[in-house]
């Protein structure tokens, strides 16, 4: 049994995988919901408007942008300013711009295919070379 402080309150809970407790998960998901039922009731409030009227924290809904649960698009005027991390340019929700993020899983694709042509290479036994050429240039 793996136990843990939770991130946010602190209290120590059974850790499954999630770094805030099970009360702490509820109530980030009830904020979630007053955050979306507001914004879909009220299109084109300000982050601001939106917090007073939910009681839920400024960061907290910088936060829901930044793991792509709401987007910015939603909320009147760019006073998040969410920015890519990478390149800087005005983003919607998120980390990423498409750009960037078209770039970075690129590169991740690129590395996986390395690195299994690489392991699979060391372990391969050399009777099967012919079988496993076949199978390499069907995936291509």
Not at 21 to 35: G, L, Y
Not at 123 to 139: A, E, G, M, Q
């Amino acid at each position: 049994m793996d136990v843990r402080n939770c991130k946010r309150c602190g209290k120590i809970f059974q850790y499954k995988g999630n770094s805030i407790c099970p009360n702490c998960v509820q109530q980030d998901d009830e904020d979630f919901r007053k955050v979306r039922e507001y914004i879909i009731a009220h299109p084109n409030s300000t982050s601001i408007e939106i917090s007073k009227a939910t009681d839920v924290e400024l960061k907290t809904i910088i936060r829901f942008l930044r793991e792509g649960r709401l987007e910015s698009e939603y909320i009147n005027g760019s006073d998040l300013g969410l920015e890519c991390e990478k390149c800087g340019r005005p983003i919607d929700s998120g980390r990423y711009c498409e750009t960037c993020l078209n770039e970075l899983q690129t590169g991740f694709s690129q590395a996986a295919r390395q690195l299994d042509v690489k392991v699979v290479e060391r372990s391969r036994p050399k009777s099967v070379v012919h079988t496993y050429d076949n199978i390499l240039n069907k995936r291509k």
